[in-house]
């Protein structure tokens, strides 16, 4: 069943072919019962993801139209047939929980409102505790008829196989570089803030919308605590490692670290024009000396390893002290030991 033209444009930039070839398999109507949007953060998963819902549901001839009784109540998150399940608010720990898997469960069972097809959106997917997962498999792998299940995540990897193996596979991809230019270019977004999204969309407008100014005053503090003596390093990974309103702190760490070391391996290949962190520029190039070629690798493997480990809700006071004792001794070996 062919359910009208397609719209004259998708919601996102960049993904195009991916877009395009769900729009085709809506339009047949042999749209997989279960989707597994994957790929980097910010790049707009959950966007086409609720776009999609909207396009399959619209009641108007070009879809979708965003002023049918349908597209209103989904763009106000009121339509009862659209279903987006995030981490339990009730839980200390950023999980989809197996209450909330049991109670999805029991919702399905009832008949849908008004939709073709219902959708539910887990985002992120990867908070799936193994007690909710294992409470969703049949369901993902059987929904009742009319129900379109999108799982949503930028860590796959996190994510139990025996989800993964219920649903097919959609990777989403950085934009392009030119085309992201554009984009930015089109939104007044600096240069500045494009390099450290690294294609993402999503990160771009949070950097240009004030998170920007947030992330620099989190990076001096960390760069002025890694040159005091560890005792003071450690009283600032325990400062940085708590939680603030679910979201970790030692996250936002992680990944600033990660960015300059990034901007160390550019300063060692003589790329300096392509810093993230060009007005630090003169506390990395020691860094950059020190720690190339070996250091450098090394780090790369810690930080992958606290990343996992924040993954798995280890402490993250404990993570920070571990990478920082790992960075600390990095920069202060025998330039010949980094080899």
């Not at 993904?15 to 279960?34: F, G, I, K, P």
């Not at 197996?98 to 097809?117: F, G, I, M, N, P």
């Not at 600033?256 to 810093?275: K, P």
């Not at 001794?329 to 010949?336: C, F, I, N, Q, V």
Request: glycine share 8%; charged share 25%.
């Amino acid at each position: 069943m062919v359910m009208g033209p397609v719209a004259p444009a998708y919601p996102l930039v960049g993904n195009s072919s991916v877009q395009a070839r769900l729009v085709r398999a809506a339009n047949e109507d042999r749209l997989h019962h279960a989707y597994l949007f994957e790929g980097p953060e910010g790049v707009g998963k959950a966007t086409f993801a609720l776009w999609l819902a909207r396009y399959v549901n619209c009641e108007a001839e070009v879809r979708p139209c965003g002023t049918c009784r349908s597209c209103r109540l989904m763009i106000s998150g009121a339509h009862p047939d659209l279903v987006v399940v995030g981490p339990d608010p009730e839980k200390a720990t950023r999980i989809i929980s197996v209450d909330q898997a049991q109670a999805l469960t029991r919702a399905l069972q009832l008949q849908r409102h008004s939709a073709r097809r219902r959708f539910v959106l887990l985002d992120p997917a990867d908070v799936i505790n193994e007690e909710a997962a294992n409470s969703l498999l049949k369901t993902i792998e059987e929904p009742p008829r009319g129900t379109q299940f999108v799982l949503i995540t930028s860590r796959v990897g996190s994510l139990l196989q025996t989800i993964r193996s219920r649903t097919e596979r959609v990777r989403f991809g950085p934009v392009p570089t030119e085309d992201f230019a554009l984009w930015l270019s089109g939104r007044g977004i600096s240069e500045v803030h494009g390099l450290a999204a690294s294609g993402s969309p999503g990160i771009a407008l949070r950097l240009h919308d004030g998170e920007g100014d947030e992330r620099l005053a989190a990076r001096d503090a960390m760069l002025d605590a890694i040159g005091q003596p560890l005792f003071r390093l450690f009283a600032y990974s325990e400062a940085e490692g708590k939680k603030d309103e679910g979201v970790s702190r030692a996250e936002l760490v992680v990944n600033l670290l990660e960015e300059l070391l990034r901007d160390c391996v550019c300063l060692a290949n003589g790329r300096g024009d392509r810093l993230l962190h060009a007005d630090r520029r003169d506390r990395l190039e020691p860094w950059a000396r020190a720690l190339w070629p070996g250091g450098l690798a090394r780090m790369t493997q810690a930080l992958a390893t606290a990343r996992d480990r924040l993954r798995l809700n280890v402490n993250g006071r404990t993570v920070l002290e571990s990478l920082f004792a790992q960075l600390n001794l990095e920069l202060t070996a025998r330039p010949a030991e980094n080899r």
